[in-house]
C-alpha cells in the first residue's frame, strides 16, 4: 500500500449489496452467476469511506478458495489488492482453512508475489474444483495456484 494511506478497512457484504458486486465483478470480467449461495462470502473494502474493492471466499473444510478479487479503477496500482488478498487469507484462517487456493485469470505473477505457487488441477480438492469460479475456469487457461496458510 501506498506510504502512510489510511487503513484499508474491510466490511461483510450485505446481502442487498450484492448487485454492486455483481457490476464491478462484470465489468472485470469476473464470474457472478452464483453470488447468491451461503457458502460464498464476500467483503466490500474501503478506505476513507470509500469503495476500493470486494474480494470473496468459499470455504469447503480446510480448503478455501479465493474467489472474485477485484479492485475499483480508480485505485488500482496502489497495493490495495495485496491488502485485500491479506485479509481474505486471515479471514478463510479464522473458519479453518489451512491451504487456500485461486484460479488466476492473467494475474498469476501478481499471486506469486504474494507468496502463491501454480498447482496442477488434478491436485486440486475435489470441493474447490467443483467450485462455480474454478469449474468454469478450466477451459480459460486460468492458472489454479495455491498457498498454505
Known amino acids: 500500500m501506498e506510504p502512510h494511506a489510511p487503513p484499508l ?12 458486486l ?18 460464498v462470502l464476500f467483503w466490500r473494502f474501503e478506505r476513507d469511506d470509500v469503495p476500493v474493492g470486494f474480494a470473496g471466499i468459499e470455504v469447503h473444510g480446510t480448503d478455501a478458495l479465493l474467489r472474485s478479487l477485484v479492485t475499483l479503477p480508480p485505485v488500482r496500482l496502489r497495493g490495495i489488492g ?5 485479509k481474505m487469507e486471515i479471514e478463510a484462517r479464522a473458519r479453518g482453512a489451512n491451504v487456500i487456493y485461486l484460479a488466476a485469470h492473467g494475474g498469476s505473477a501478481f499471486f506469486a508475489r504474494l507468496g502463491y505457487a501454480p498447482c496442477r488441477r488434478d491436485r486440486v480438492p475435489r470441493a474447490i474444483a467443483a467450485a462455480a469460479p474454478f ?6 487457461g486460468a492458472t489454479a495456484m495455491m498457498k498454505q496458510i
Open 22 to 39: 455483481k457490476a464491478a465483478l462484470a465489468r472485470a470480467g469476473l464470474p457472478a452467476d452464483d453470488l447468491d449461495e451461503d457458502r
Open 135 to 140: 469449474a468454469d475456469a478450466g477451459g480459460t
Open 82 to 86: 495485496g491488502a485485500m488478498v491479506a
Open 9 to 20: 478497512f474491510a466490511q461483510p457484504l450485505a446481502t442487498w449489496e450484492r448487485d454492486g
